[in-house]
């Protein structure tokens, strides 16, 4: 049973900086993509960075130049590098793996994905 575990929310004023890490557990081999998803209330759901199993990475252009997303494969663990935050950035932050090879997939898009964790809350302040 696949199992993510986010960590490393909170809330921190405008131009600070976090880290999310995303603890992975229940896969048996390195064969997937994973990323990072957030939701602010009342909007959906939107991709935020990707790391694909070749290693490209992919980011949304609200993020790019502030977010690096980055893994450490002897702990598992897949991270979120977040500085110059912006208000804008305030949402409950999610990981999300897909398992499945092959096939036509984007990697904004959640239902591409078939594994979530429960999600870690990021609050920007002004």
């Known amino acids: 049973q696949v199992r993510l575990v986010e960590s490393g929310g909170g809330s921190v004023q405008a131009g600070g900086s976090l880290r999310l890490s995303c603890e992975a557990s229940g896969y048996t081999n390195n064969n997937y993509n994973i990323g990072w998803f957030r939701q602010a209330p009342g909007k959906e759901r939107e991709g935020v960075a990707t790391?694909?199993?070749?290693?490209?990475?992919y980011y949304a252009d609200s993020v790019k130049g502030r977010f690096t997303i980055s893994q450490d494969n002897a702990k598992n663990t897949l991270y979120l590098q977040m500085n110059n935050l912006k208000p804008e950035d305030t949402a409950m932050y999610y990981c999300?793996?897909?398992?499945?090879?092959?096939?036509?997939?984007?990697?904004?898009?959640?239902?591409?994905?078939?594994?979530w964790g429960q999600g870690t809350q990021v609050t920007v302040s002004s």
């Open positions: 999300a793996l897909r398992s499945t090879y092959g096939g036509v997939w984007y990697w904004y898009r959640p239902s591409d994905y078939n594994y």
């Open positions: 790391l694909r199993r070749n290693g490209i990475t």
